[in-house]
Nanobody
Framework: QVQLVESGGGLVQPGGSLRLSCTAS????????MSWYRQTPEQERELVAT????????HYTNSLKGRFTISRDNAKNTVYLQMNSLKPEDTAVYYC????????WGKGTLVTVSS
């Protein structure tokens, strides 16, 4: 059974940091590129960052470049999103996606940036 389970969300003050994790099972993680997306009730799901299957190449939404970092550990079947200098507008549900031979989504983790 394929699963992507996000964790690490929560409440953080503006300027703070969080690291999200997404742990995969049920498929060959190292064969898939991985992405993080985010969504609020007011906006469509937005691509945040992508990392290739080997981890050698990353891409970011321009507005987030420099604050967010995507990485992966294929030995642990896990992709990470390090988020620094968080702003209230970063508040959203964050989802991970695996894409390759097929496409899989996690159920999301809520990040709330508020004082």
């Amino acid at each position: 059974q394929v699963q992507l389970v996000e964790s690490g969300g929560g409440l953080v003050q503006p300027g703070g940091s969080l690291r999200l994790s997404c742990t995969a099972s049920g498929f060959t993680f190292s064969a898939y590129a991985m992405s993080w997306y985010r969504q609020t009730p007011e906006q469509e799901r937005e691509l945040v960052a992508t990392i290739t299957h080997s981890g050698t190449t990353t891409h970011y939404t321009n507005s987030l470049k420099g604050r967010f970092t995507i990485s992966r550990d294929n030995a642990k079947n896990t992709v990470y999103l390090q988020m620094n200098s968080l702003k209230p507008e970063d508040t959203a549900v964050y989802y991970c996606k695996a894409w390759g031979p097929r496409e899989y989504w996690g159920k999301g983790t809520l990040v709330t940036v508020s004082s």
